[in-house]
Structure formats: structure tokens, C-alpha cells
């Protein structure tokens, strides 16, 4: 595969037919945004943030904008993002109000002595600093929110093994899961962004993978980046993002997502995706859901985008 320099997922899980163009019209732009940032020399961390904002303001993606609420119909999004070259990264949580989470963790990363920094505090300190803030309970979430809820007390949706069958559900009303995105660099730096909403009637106060290194996400340049999309807390309890890294010391980026959602598969069941990039520019996509929403922007092969991937 010829050298691709940044792929994007708008999220795995269960997509509507009916949603699958908007779907991948909104990781195209994404992947061609962080694409033209790392061709005006940007670096694999302003071009991953790039493309995740993108995302982010995008309502049809679980992430900013876009984020599902909470049991209570809450917003409580999560974001994460590291630098391969420097092993520098952070992750925010359990936010409210911020524009673009994403945004955040880059300032947690860049300006705090932390790895991970949630809720009010880490609100305030992006208001210092100027970041936008916005209304991120928009009225499509709420709508939805309300029929799950409604499920919910019929118990129709037996509450948590719930996580998996919400993902794969297939009236609707929950589905699209963290959009996220791997990048190389001209200088051969790789770096991994990612954000969302989190999981639909999650407890409030519920974290999941997004902000947590290894888990959500990961990059080192000795070893390739990647981003989880799916069941948090499946990504955490088997770290699948670093376990894809560490995979891509001996395999290519699409043999080590294989591998990594073949275990999860064993391990844990159903309910993840995996991207990944190498350090040669090559990228993996797999996953154990029905479908995975991605775009990848190759130097020399154009744009591609899929709602699944190599399995
Ligand atoms: N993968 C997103 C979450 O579980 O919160």
C-alpha cells in the first residue's frame, strides 16, 4: 500500500444505511484537512488535530458537536492525543461545554505536567486559554436520548451487557461510536488523536478509553500509531492501542490490527475497531463490529474511504 499520511474513522459500530454517504463525505473531509496541514509542513500532531475537529464540528460523528448523552442526557465527551516522537500525550474527560476536546487534550499535553485531566478543571483551564466553548446537547442527541431512555425503562435494552448490544442495536438510536485518527509526518513523526461523546446512558462520571494512552490511543515512532473505536472498556482492559503498537514491531499495520481485534475477539467479544499506521506509512483497519466508518489520504493513491474494513 503506497504510502498514506494520515487515516481517519468517524467511529465503529452499527451505521443506518441511511447515514453511511454522510458518514464517509465527513471522514473525507476529515482526512483531506489533516492531509493539507502536514502538506503545508504541519506536523502529524496539528494535522491529527486538525482532522479531528473536523469531525468534532460535525454532528453526525459521536464527538463534540456531536456527542450522545449520558443516563442523566448529559454531555460528558472525552478526547486523547500523543506524539510518537516525544511519547508526550494527554487525555480530557467528562467535558461539558468545550468546542473541540481535542483542542484541550492538546493543551493538557503541551502546557500541564499530566497525563489526564477531567471535568470542571480541565474546562477552566481551556477557557483560560481562549478555547471556544459551545452548546454540545444539540437537539438530534436529545431526541434520541429520549427513545433510548424510553428502551431503557421498557427494558427493552437490559442496561449494560449491555454496551455491546447498544452498540450493535439495530433500531437506531445508538451506534456511531469515537472518531479518531493515526498520522505521519514529512519528518517521519507519527501521532494518534481521538474524541467522543462516549458511550450512549452511560453513568455520569463513566470515562472511557479516548483520554486514556494505550487504550484509546497511542503512538511511538519506534513502533507505529493507532486509535480504538468501540466499547471503552474492552479498549481499556485489554489496551488494545498499544497492543496494536507493539504488534507493529514485527508486522505491518493491517496484520497487527487484525491481530489485535482477532484477541479482542477471543478475549473480550464483540464491539471494537482498530486503525493503525506504521512507520512506513502503511494502514490497517479491523474490526469486530458490523461496520467501521474510515478515510485514508495517501500521498500517491488518493483518497479511499469505506464503511468496513479488512477484518
Ligand atoms: N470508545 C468510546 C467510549 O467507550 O467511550
Redesign the pocket.
Known amino acids: 500500500m503506497a504510502n498514506p499520511t494520515i487515516i481517519v474513522h468517524g467511529g465503529a459500530g452499527n451505521w443506518p444505511k441511511n447515514k453511511h454517504a454522510i458518514g464517509l463525505a465527513g471522514v473525507r473531509k476529515a482526512a483531506t484537512r489533516g492531509f493539507q496541514i502536514r502538506q503545508q509542513g504541519g506536523s502529524a500532531i496539528q494535522a491529527v488535530e486538525a482532522a479531528v475537529i473536523e469531525m468534532e464540528d460535525n454532528p453526525i460523528f459521536n464527538a463534540g458537536k456531536g456527542s450522545t448523552l449520558n443516563l442523566a442526557g448529559n454531555v460528558e465527551a472525552?478526547a486523547g492525543i500523543m506524539d510518537g516522537k516525544t511519547l508526550g500525550g494527554a487525555g480530557v474527560a467528562l467535558l461539558h461545554h468545550m468546542k473541540n476536546p481535542i483542542s484541550l487534550a492538546k493543551l493538557v499535553m503541551e502546557k500541564t505536567d499530566h497525563a489526564l485531566l477531567a471535568g470542571k478543571t480541565a474546562e477552566r483551564l481551556g477557557e483560560a486559554y481562549g478555547l471556544p466553548v459551545a452548546n454540545l446537547r444539540i437537539p438530534e442527541r436529545v431526541r434520541q436520548w429520549k427513545k433510548a431512555k424510553h428502551e431503557l425503562e421498557k427494558r427493552r435494552i437490559s442496561d449494560f451487557p449491555r454496551n455491546l448490544k447498544l452498540l450493535q442495536d439495530k433500531r437506531g438510536f445508538f451506534l456511531r461510536?469515537?472518531v479518531g485518527a493515526p498520522a505521519l509526518d514529512q519528518k517521519g513523526n507519527l501521532a494518534a488523536a481521538d474524541s467522543?461523546g462516549?458511550?450512549s446512558l452511560k453513568f455520569p462520571g463513566r470515562i472511557?478509553?479516548?483520554p486514556i494512552l494505550g487504550a484509546?490511543l497511542y503512538a511511538d515512532n519506534r513502533l507505529g500509531a493507532a486509535t480504538?473505536?468501540?466499547?471503552?472498556e474492552i479498549?481499556m482492559r485489554l489496551v488494545v492501542s498499544k497492543s496494536a503498537c507493539d504488534a507493529m514491531l514485527s508486522l505491518t499495520a493491517q496484520s497487527a490490527a487484525a491481530k489485535t481485534v482477532r484477541d479482542v475477539t477471543r478475549l473480550a467479544g464483540r464491539g471494537l475497531g482498530i486503525v493503525s499506521l506504521d512507520r512506513k506509512g502503511r494502514y490497517g483497519i479491523a474490526h469486530n463490529t458490523p461496520h467501521l466508518c474510515w478515510a485514508a489520504l495517501t500521498k500517491d493513491g488518493g483518497l479511499v474511504s469505506q464503511m468496513v474494513g479488512r477484518r
Do not use: I, L, Q
Open positions: 472525552d461510536d469515537t467522543t462516549g458511550v472511557g478509553d479516548s484509546g480504538a473505536t468501540g466499547v471503552g479498549a
